[in-house]
C-alpha cells in the first residue's frame, strides 16, 4: 500500500468555500453550512483506502465527541470515480451507512475543493477555528494499518482540544499520512 504525506497547508490560511453535494442526504453544503461555533473539521476521505478504514473508528468516535462541543465535521472524496468507481457517490451513501456516519460527506467530482485545500492523501485532517482560520492540519495519531500502535486519535484531539479551551498548540503538527487522492 503506497503511502502519500498530507501537504501541510499553511497554519492560518481561511478556509476554501465550497458547494458540494452530500451523498447521506443530497442536499448541498457549503463550508458556512458546516461550520460550528467553536471550529470546523474538514477530512478528506474515501471508501476503498485502508488508511481510512483504519482510523473510521476514532474518526466517528471524535466526530461524535467534538461536535456537542461546537465542532462541526464533515468529510469530503475528491476521488477519480471513472477510474476507482468504488468511491462513486452511490457507494459513498452505502459506506457511510455501513460505518454509521452521520456527519455530512460531500462529493467533489471536479476536485477543485480538494485542490484547494490543497488536500493530498486520505484521511487529510483541516482544523479551522471559528474565524474560519486553518489552526490544525496533520495526522490523527501515530496509529496505522498493521503498525501495532493502537487508535487513539491523539494529536487531532489534542489539536480540538486547545481550540475549544482556547490554548497554545505548542506541538509540532506531523503530517497525515494515507492513500493518495486519486487525481483525474
Not at 474515501?46 to 462541543?69: G, K, S
Request: net charge negative; charged share 20%; with cysteine.
Amino acid at each position: 500500500m503506497a503511502q502519500t504525506s498530507s501537504n501541510m497547508l499553511p497554519l492560518g490560511t481561511f478556509a476554501p468555500e465550497f458547494k458540494l453535494k452530500d451523498t447521506n442526504s443530497n442536499n448541498v453544503y457549503s463550508f458556512e453550512d458546516v461550520k460550528g461555533s467553536k471550529g470546523t473539521l474538514v477530512i478528506f476521505i474515501c471508501n476503498h483506502c485502508p488508511f481510512v478504514h483504519h482510523a473510521l473508528p476514532e474518526i466517528i468516535m471524535i466526530a461524535n465527541d467534538y461536535r456537542v462541543q461546537g465542532i462541526g465535521v464533515i468529510a469530503i472524496s475528491s476521488n477519480d470515480v471513472k477510474k476507482y468507481p468504488q468511491d462513486s457517490p452511490e457507494m459513498m451513501t452505502e459506506f457511510a451507512f455501513q460505518n454509521k456516519i452521520d456527519f455530512p460527506y460531500l462529493f467533489d467530482e471536479s476536485q477543485k475543493v480538494a485542490k484547494a485545500y490543497d488536500a493530498a492523501c486520505t484521511p487529510d485532517f483541516y482544523l479551522f477555528d471559528n474565524l474560519d482560520r486553518l489552526f490544525y492540519r496533520g495526522q490523527l495519531d501515530d496509529s496505522r494499518p498493521n503498525n501495532g500502535i493502537p487508535l487513539s486519535g491523539s494529536d487531532l484531539r489534542s489539536a480540538i482540544d486547545a481550540l475549544i479551551y482556547n490554548r497554545s498548540l505548542n506541538e509540532t503538527q506531523k503530517p497525515s499520512i494515507g492513500c493518495s487522492i486519486k487525481w483525474k
